[in-house]
């Protein structure tokens, strides 16, 4: 028996979750870590995944085509994982926005949606979405504070509405990161205003909790009421949400390939600032 306990535990053996969370992959990009990530692939396995945003940085191959054959192997991996069973929810981003015109459409097994609720294996609901439509919010958080909850609900109309017009026109969504630069020293303060946004948003959506990512800062924190969880980015810190059959959440950085240097993830400026240098670069 001991010996069969053992057998599970080696490492090439796929770990199986009742859902994998990942978001903000930014396959396209060259800053895309998609080696871990096929890595992580090989060795997790669950009933559903859900791709919570910027999962391809369409922004980025907008101007160059960059697409290796890791970022077609990361495509198969996913599909073939579809094929075998695994529900597959893909909720679009900032970065792959074109996805946002497709809400309800499955395509090669893989449902598309703006917005998911899911319930845990608790009984817990969680709000899932991307984030980036709080970006409004959380720069003007002061201003719609003080004007209340119509201000609120009007400036993420006008944020979408706004996007949607700049996407036609072929301009690129708002940058978060670009502004996210200009305020580098309070972004700190950045991410705590984020959660905040966020968490108000599940809780007027009467969840117990909500899943996100866009600001590439990984985190399982409880918000009064409101869980809010943060899935990270595997640009830098190789990071993915994994639930298990009870509904215990678990943040899982990702650090197999032993041969590279592990990712940080102490400093929350890094993943943003790193971005916005390759960005730069390119
Ligand atoms: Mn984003």
């Known amino acids: 028996m001991i010996c069969e306990t053992a057998m599970t535990d080696i490492d090439t053996e796929a ?45 980025r191959l907008k101007r160059t085509w960059y697409w290796p054959q890791p970022c077609n192997d990361v495509v198969q991996k996913l599909l073939r994982k579809a094929r075998k069973g695994t529900r597959i929810i893909y909720i679009p981003g900032n970065h792959d926005e074109f996805m946002r015109d497709f809400p309800g459409v499955h395509f090669g097994g893989i449902e598309v ?42 400036a993420i109309a006008i944020n979408v509405v706004l996007s949607a017009v700049r996407r ?43 899943i996100c990512g866009h600001i590439h800062h990984a985190v399982i924190d409880q918000m009064d009421d409101i869980r809010y969880i943060n899935t990270g980015d595997w640009v830098e810190s190789c990071t993915a949400v994994a639930e298990h059959q009870d509904g215990t959440m678990e943040l899982i950085t990702w650090r197999q390939l032993a041969s590279l240097p592990a990712p940080r993830t102490d400093v929350a400026l890094v993943p943003v600032a790193d971005l916005l240098r390759e960005r730069e670069a390119a």
């Open 168 to 210: 036609r026109l072929g301009l690129p969504y708002w940058s978060f990161s670009a502004w996210a630069k200009l305020q580098v020293k309070h972004a700190v303060n950045f991410i705590g205003e984020f959660q905040k946004v966020v968490a108000d948003e599940a809780r007027r959506s009467g969840v117990d909790g909500v």
């Open 113 to 154: 949606a703006n917005r998911h609720i899911h319930e845990a294996g608790d009984g817990r609901k969680y709000l899932v979405l991307h984030g980036d439509e709080f970006d409004v919010v959380v720069r003007n958080a002061r201003v719609l504070a003080y004007l209340g909850d119509w201000a609120y609900d009007t």
């Open 15 to 59: 770990r199986r979750y009742r859902t994998l969370f990942i978001s903000d992959v930014h396959l396209g990009s060259k800053a895309a870590k998609t080696d871990f990530l096929l890595d992580f692939l090989r060795l997790h396995d669950a009933d559903t995944i859900i791709l919570v945003g910027d999962i391809v940085d369409g922004w």
